[in-house]
């Protein structure tokens, strides 16, 4: 679906971008950037909306000559806001942009958590599942006797992906390897294979003339030696700390009276050398009553196995009491567009089809999102397409 000299191009533009980091300021401290964020917009601008000290409220940085669009889902006329006085309010918001803006300059986003709503703010942004994690079979054989070449076992090894088979490298056919072991054999991509494998090896020794030989077996165990979280990207994975396992976490802000009025960076895709808006651009359609869920969302948010957690498929700000307990929450989707005509119109995002003589070689729809020509992903993990 890409036109090949848009790709070309872009592709040979990111060898010469550096990669920037996202940061997140608090009021107590700044978290470790790659380079200073653009100041926050003074309250009561930006993208024509009005915003006080009081509002819990999210916006975009204005980038000048672009066109970024932040409202309420369902009416493109309303801020991202919700007003003092406000409790319990869970509300959704979309961020609107062309698809090359988002992909070669990123966006930055612009937030307030007022003191006299919340006791805490809570914000961690979207990632998702690069690769399909996975198990690695759990007990392998190996028989080695002559004219006959490495057997594995048992029979069909899969993990619970489904997926996971058995192969083996080395003279002897001893070394195993995981199909979630996207570094094994020379690859480029991360090990997200997990789990721990016994190996039991019997060697038949060859014949000999009036000798009977007994079949010598050995046992060996061994770790696969990847994780799920290998297999995310986002921006989350780029700009916040990881737990024990290698997720990332929430920036957690106590507010001691103060309002907390930040910026969140997201850079480009280009700066990353990235050849889709994936990085950036979260939005899919959403399941009824806005379901976020597994049987909402793609599949790279919830792998289908256990030992892999959900990811996380919104832009997510929390107003938090002392207790934890949620008092009112922001979700943002960024939606990217294919074409400028479709986003004046506010009609389809992902409209995909030649651009018409003299150009029919390109495609309106030249950066791949969730949402595509089929229902969703095109495929269900981006991979190296990321």
Known sequence: ??????????????????????????????????????????????????????????NVVPISGMTQVTHLDGNWSLPCKIQQGSIYQDINCLVEASELDLYAKGLTFSYNFPANMCAYSYFVPYYYYQYLPGLGPTNVTI??????????????????????????????????????DYSANGGSGPNCCSGTYTITKTVVPQPQPSVVASPTVTVSTGNWGGQPSNCLAGPAVTSQTKDLTGYPTA???????????????????????????????????????????????????FPPYTGARAAQPVYEFRCLDHSAEIINRVNVLVRSWSTDSEFASQGNSSLSLPEGIPFNFHDFYNFLTWVGVTPNLLVAYPGFRN
Not at 269 to 277: C, D, H, I, R, V
């Open 143 to 180: 028989l080695e006797q002559p004219g006959l070449s490495p057997v594995t076992g048992p029979a069909g090894a899969k993990g619970p992906d489904g997926v996971t088979t058995m192969s083996f490298s080395g003279q002897n056919g001893e070394t195993p390897t995981c199909s979630a």
């Open 251 to 301: 920036t957690l802000t106590y507010l001691n009276g103060k309002n907390l009025n930040a910026n969140y960076p997201v850079v480009s895709p280009l700066s990353k050398s990235y050849f889709s808006n994936l990085y950036i651009a979260n939005y899919f359609t959403p399941g009824p009553n806005y379901d976020l869920s597994s049987t909402g969302a793609p599949v790279a948010y």
């Open 1 to 58: 679906m890409r036109g090949k000299g848009t790709y070309l191009t872009l592709v040979f533009l990111a060898s010469f971008m550096l990669t920037l980091f996202a940061s997140c300021k608090t009021p107590d401290a700044v978290q470790p950037v790659g380079v200073p964020a653009p100041a926050p917009p003074p309250l009561g601008t930006g993208n024509g909306y009005t915003f006080a000290p009081s509002d819990f409220f999210v």
